[in-house]
C-alpha cells in the first residue's frame, strides 16, 4: 500500500498563490492515478483535479479550471497541485489520493474509488 504525505497549505490573501505537494512512499506512484480532493466544514469530499499515469490526462473541477495546475514528478515520488488566484471558497482542507483503475487511465472523480489516502493539509484564503 502506498503512504502519502502533503504539505506546502497555510494562509494566503484572495489571488494569491501557494503550491500544495503530495509526497508517496512505500510503492511507486507511477502505477497510481493521482487526484486531489478538498472538503470544507459540513460538506463533502469534492474532486479537484487528477492526473493520470502517464501525465496526459488532467482533468479538473469546473470551479478551479484555469486556476489550478496538477504534476506529477514520478522520479521523485511526488504530485503537486499548484493553485493560482486563489479565492474565498478555495478555503478546504485539501487531500492528494491514489487510485488504480483496472482496464485503463482514466482519473476517478469519486472520492470511493482512491485506495489510499494522505491526512491533508488546510488551506485558508482570506478575503
Known amino acids: 500500500q502506498v503512504q502519502l504525505v502533503e504539505s506546502g497549505g497555510g494562509l494566503v490573501q484572495a489571488g494569491g498563490s501557494l503550491r500544495l505537494s503530495c509526497a508517496a512512499s512505500g510503492r511507486t506512484i507511477s502505477k497510481y492515478v493521482m487526484g486531489w480532493f478538498r472538503q470544507a466544514p459540513g460538506k463533502e469530499r469534492e474532486f479537484v483535479g487528477g492526473i493520470s499515469r502517464s501525465g496526459g490526462s488532467t482533468p479538473y473541477a469546473d470551479s478551479v479550471k484555469g486556476r489550478f495546475t496538477i504534476s506529477r514528478d514520478n522520479a521523485k515520488n511526488t504530485v503537486y497541485l499548484r493553485m493560482n488566484s486563489l479565492k474565498p471558497e478555495d478555503t478546504a482542507v485539501y487531500y492528494c489520493?491514489?487510485?488504480?483503475?483496472?482496464?485503463?487511465?482514466?482519473?476517478?472523480?469519486?472520492?470511493?474509488?482512491?485506495?489510499?489516502w494522505g491526512q491533508g493539509t488546510q488551506v485558508t484564503v482570506s478575503s
Open positions: 489520493g491514489s487510485a488504480n483503475p483496472i482496464g485503463g487511465d482514466s482519473v476517478p472523480i469519486a472520492p470511493y474509488e482512491y485506495g489510499a
